[in-house]
């Protein structure tokens, strides 16, 4: 089993497949490596495709201080990752949870990143709903705690934007609740109370976002309603980035609409390898109806 080691002595597990220009994908909280299996199977064909398990996820080492958990921490590892495995450049690929790695990754260490997809970013980011984010993580944290990862999986797990899975692919989402079933409770609530509720809103990023130099795709459900306006401030902040709605859809697109995902981020690689996604063009950025801080 593929162990590497983070600078601050964690190990996690990886996978890879395929060959040519690396392709890294983080996951989302309530997934891990195994939800990427549709994309490494396609992307594979093509790419050195690379999926790893967050510290926290088994068979990734699970801290047990909650300090060790922290949105630096978790985009750290994807340089951690990189590293490890001798790679300079890689496009990178996030969900939700892996999707906040992969920015903050991207502003961070630019030279690192050949592209950057956020998918399903953004939750809980908007002024509106940080502070009661924040909160929610801290409560979920202290579920997980009390009451372990069946339960959580059997109540989180159906939120109003995974029922869309549910509706479009059941044994994909009974699989997916078998795998968050089954996750460790200390990583996970570590998780949660570390990561997820001390990250900071990308309201407060957006100079930051502005200096992102690298080609970004941003991809979301349309019926993710949490993340819809976040989406949009990345899409005015960030220089080259693209912005794609997956109709009738949730939080786990990639799963609900493995075709569709893999086709419209296949279609960014190959722009971006063949230098066909450079910054917006000027002409085309009027002011926007709505401000980066969610004001006119």
Not at 146 to 157: L, Q, S
Request: proline residues 7%; aromatic residues 8%; charged residues 20%.
């Amino acid at each position: 089993m593929p162990t590497l080691t983070t600078d601050d002595g964690v190990r996690l597990h990886y996978e890879e497949a395929g060959s040519g220009m690396p392709l890294v994908f983080a996951h989302e909280f309530a997934g891990d490596l195994r939800s990427w299996e549709p994309q490494l199977r396609h992307f594979s064909r093509l790419y050195r495709c690379i999926a790893y398990n967050a510290r926290g996820y088994p068979p990734s080492d699970v801290p047990d201080d909650v300090g060790r958990y922290s949105q630096e921490r978790a985009r750290d590892d994807i340089r951690a990752v990189l590293d490890a495995l001798g790679i300079g450049t890689a496009h990178v690929v996030g969900l939700s949870m892996g999707a906040f790695a992969t920015l903050h990754f991207g502003m961070k260490y630019p030279e690192r990143a050949r592209s950057l997809t956020i998918a399903g970013g953004g939750y809980g980011a908007h002024p509106a709903l940080y502070a009661g984010f924040q909160a929610d993580a801290q409560a979920n944290a202290q579920t997980i705690r009390e009451k372990g990862m069946a339960h959580f999986a059997a109540t989180y797990g159906h939120g109003p934007t995974r029922v869309q899975l549910a509706d479009k692919d059941p044994r994909g989402f009974a699989e997916y609740l078998r795998m968050l079933a089954g996750h460790s409770a200390l990583g996970s609530a570590n998780t949660m109370a570390g990561y997820q509720g001390r990250r900071p809103s990308l309201y407060a990023l957006t100079e930051e976002m502005k200096r992102i130099g690298a080609p970004t795709l941003i991809l979301a459900g349309d019926e993710e309603e949490p993340c819809l306006e976040a989406c949009l401030l990345m899409k005015r902040c960030i220089p080259a980035a693209g912005l794609a709605l997956v109709p009738r859809s949730g939080h786990a697109i990639n799963l609900e609409e493995p075709e569709l995902f893999n086709r419209l981020l296949g279609d960014f690689l190959h722009r971006v390898e063949a230098g066909g996604w450079g910054p917006r063009d000027a002409r085309a950025a009027p002011a926007s109806v709505w401000g980066p801080n969610g004001r006119p």
